[in-house]
């Protein structure tokens, strides 16, 4: 059965790092669209970060540009998202997703695609 298993979440002070990773088993990431959302308790879920497969465009929110970064390996069928200089606002539970579908991802936004593959869900707490 197709499915992310997603890790490397937890708590961590403000100014620390963190990479999270989801591992798809069952298809194969190289030739979609990645990405990160996350929700923060009482907030709508956000786009943080996308790689699009048409035309490699990559997104970045405002709020998280320069400090994090997004990344795949093919030869490990992992996504990965580097988050340095972490703070107390970047809490929130963090999901990975993957899709073929298109139009969701470009270099100003990341909107919620359909169709996607997504992650169980890892949560990312940072406070000293």
């Known amino acids: 059965q197709a499915h992310f298993v997603e890790s490397g979440g937890g708590l961590v002070q403000p100014g620390g790092s963190l990479r999270l990773s989801c591992a798809a088993t069952?298809?194969?990431?190289?030739?979609?669209?990645i990405g990160w959302f996350r929700q923060a308790p009482g907030k709508e879920r956000e786009g943080v970060s996308c790689i699009s497969a048409t035309d490699y465009s990559t997104y970045y929110a405002d709020s998280v540009k320069g400090r994090f970064t997004i990344s795949r390996d093919n030869a490990k069928n992992t996504m990965y998202l580097q988050m340095n200089s972490l703070k107390a606002e970047d809490t929130a539970v963090y999901y990975c997703?993957?899709?073929?579908?298109?139009?969701?991802?470009?270099?100003?936004?990341?909107?919620?695609?359909?169709?996607?593959?997504w992650g169980q869900g890892t949560q990312v707490t940072v406070s000293s």
């Open positions: 069952g298809f194969g990431l190289e030739y979609k669209t």
């Open positions: 997703a993957a899709h073929t579908t298109r139009g969701y991802c470009s270099g100003t936004e990341y909107t919620t695609p359909y169709g996607a593959y």
